[in-house]
């Protein structure tokens, strides 16, 4: 199953994609959290904290390893039917076990408790993920595949959630809606790779892949002691509604940074392909240009959010998610830290199988993240603010160390501190005293949004071309080409 699509493609095929994943939660997340209301959103993305930590024992790592070894033998047609069944029966298995451990521990847990429906729902959830094998689409490089079904989903998503929830006691409904739509999105996957990769049971050894797999597990989940662990002890110790606040922040945020992640997740394949077989050379001329590529959009779109996060949260969500500004406001800076942990990790320590190493840092840090909360939840100062405030603290304090790593131990030359990034950033941070300039003159919640997102990116284009950028000036040549290839066939017709 050989990849026929350029990178450049890849990269507008995932950005298609999540511009469409963002569109919809733009549309569709703020009717949803309107009509169901803070209490019963914050009951949904309580029990979805509990459901993910079953969900991790259920994926066992195979996501990011699977990425990674099918990207290295993808033109291999036998070896890549080997590990792909390798890797689902593995998956059968986890998936089966982490079944039967969820829903013993629901019902022994939460019988009583109101989160019982939901938590039930996720049951079906998880029985879905036996399914999941978008880590062998992504390593294929088939995103025209995964783009077109998602659309397409998605669609008939919104359709039945603007039928079917109406008001709040449909939260059942919206939850049982979400829990089919991954339903139908895994199992379509399942089917198109089926037509293409065919099962071969000759001569398995599951056993090796298990090691790395359990270090990739913990690597890769880390997140259950940042944001899901942020949420699980809001929901315990504060209020489901305290959940509710803070998820707002926290799926506005990741909106922007779903999209922006893009840039790495399609250019993980190919980074394994290059070091592979070309060696560390070209890799890290490549990865030099993908973080520069990256933070060139980073920077300026976290800024962006963070200067309209209140103008935001209003126009989509109202007065009755106003608690969410400020978290959202920190969300912003968040994400700038947990992009660069992401690149930090997925294209340099996973890339260089060094995931035992990256398993240590993140687990270090999260574990310091759990103390911080017990220490707040003892002074009786945790709430949706500080629980976010502390996670990016340490977020950043990740960061510097595994920077400091990749460039001291593992001797990668990545240039993640030059003058072209902090000229980014610097640029980016002009954007916060002209939303205040406009908000000065601005009354209108609409008009201030549309009048500092187009100036801010008028500025941020025009010192970047004055600057003669070299990210900026490759954009514009791809497109000057784009539009001379166009006119030549026009011209022809």
Known sequence: MKSKNSITKNIFYKLLLNIFNIVVPLIIGPYAATVIGPKYLGRIYYSEAIYYYFLIIATFGIYNYGLREISRIRDDKEKLSKLFTSLFLIGVISNTVSLIIYISFVLIHYSSQPQLPVLLIYSFTLFSNIFYVEWLCEATESFNFITIKTIILRIFYIVLLLLLVKKSSDYLIYAALNSLLVFFNYVFSFVYIKKNI??????????????????????????????????????????????????????????????????????????????????????????????????????????????????????????????????????SVFIILSGLDFLLVNSIFYVKKQEKLAMIIVTFFGLINLILKIILIYSNHLNHITTIASTTTVEFALVVVEY???????????????????????????????????KLLIHNIILIILITMSLCTLVYSLILLFLRDEFLLEVLEKFRIKLIIDKLKRYKK
């Open 198 to 331: 065919k099962f071969n049971f000759n001569d398995l050894q599951l056993r090796k892949h298990i090691k790395p797999l359990i270090i990739i597990l913990i690597m890769s989940n880390a997140s259950i002691l940042y944001n899901q662990l942020d949420k699980l002890l809001l929901g315990s110790y504060v209020s489901e509604i305290s959940v509710g606040y803070y998820n707002i922040g926290q799926i506005l945020s990741s909106i922007v940074n779903t999209m922006l992640l893009s840039i790495i997740l399609v250019t993980i394949p190919r980074l394994s392909n290059v070091i592979a077989s070309e060696g560390d050379e070209a890799y890290e001329g490549l990865l030099n240009k993908i973080t520069n590529t990256y933070l060139a959009i980073l920077f300026p779109a976290a800024i962006g959010m963070l200067v309209l996060s209140k103008e935001i949260v209003l126009l989509l969500y109202k007065a009755a998610y106003l608690e969410s500004v400020n978290v959202l406001r920190i969300f």
């Open 404 to 438: 400091t790593i990749i460039k001291k131990l593992l001797k990668v030359k990545l240039k993640l501190i030059s003058s072209a990034k902090v000229r980014y950033l610097l640029i980016s941070l002009l954007f916060i005293p002209l939303s205040f300039i406009i």
